[in-house]
């Protein structure tokens, strides 16, 4: 594996904002079509994570499903339409600073607001198949994902 892009998620103590329910893949498939499929990131936690400090949100299985549907009324086009979700899977997964989570482009999560004291630090590295162009290599098409269901 070789690296495609990188970024650190700052939520601040109580100004952190949300991350609505989405895929990966969307973001990804404007750079670089269905080689988005392969990509995989690691959120590497700095601080811990729990429920009031927005941690990590996943719908288990979920990346097994494909593109999602997209929130086409949302300003983003990159949302996935929370309507067509099951909240009720939703698992939170709390952890202690140094841990890793792993995920594929397909998984649907999301992360809730700080509202904690507390900051909550993360970096992601994301990572292709050796061999390919790096995000900022490839030209962004936004208009691609107009592709995607
Ligand atoms: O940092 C987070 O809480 C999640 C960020 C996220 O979902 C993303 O960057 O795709």
Redesign the pocket.
């Given at each position: 594996m070789a690296p495609f892009t990188s970024?650190l998620?700052l939520?601040r103590a109580r100004e952190g904002s949300e991350?609505p329910w989405?895929q990966?893949y969307p973001y990804w498939y404007a750079a670089c079509r269905e080689d988005a499929a392969d990509m995989v990131t690691a959120?590497v936690f700095l601080d811990d994570a729990d429920a009031g400090n927005?941690a990590?949100r996943v719908l288990p299985g979920s990346h097994l499903g494909g593109p999602a549907r997209r929130d086409r009324a949302a300003p983003t086009q990159y949302l996935a339409a929370a309507a067509t979700l099951d909240p009720a899977h939703e698992v939170v997964v709390e952890v202690p600073a140094g841990s890793v989570i792993w995920f594929g482009s397909f998984l649907v999560?999301?992360?809730s607001p700080n509202t904690s004291g507390r900051d909550r630090r993360?970096l992601?590295p994301t990572w292709q198949p050796t061999g390919r162009p790096r995000l900022f290599e490839r030209e962004y098409r936004r208009e691609l994902v107009e592709e995607l269901p």
């Amino acid at each position: 594996m070789a690296p495609f892009t990188s970024k650190l998620n700052l939520k601040r103590a109580r100004e952190g904002s949300e991350f609505p329910w989405h895929q990966d893949y969307p973001y990804w498939y404007a750079a670089c079509r269905e080689d988005a499929a392969d990509m995989v990131t690691a959120i590497v936690f700095l601080d811990d994570a729990d429920a009031g400090n927005g941690a990590l949100r996943v719908l288990p299985g979920s990346h097994l499903g494909g593109p999602a549907r997209r929130d086409r009324a949302a300003p983003t086009q990159y949302l996935a339409a929370a309507a067509t979700l099951d909240p009720a899977h939703e698992v939170v997964v709390e952890v202690p600073a140094g841990s890793v989570i792993w995920f594929g482009s397909f998984l649907v999560h999301r992360s809730s607001p700080n509202t904690s004291g507390r900051d909550r630090r993360a970096l992601l590295p994301t990572w292709q198949p050796t061999g390919r162009p790096r995000l900022f290599e490839r030209e962004y098409r936004r208009e691609l994902v107009e592709e995607l269901p």
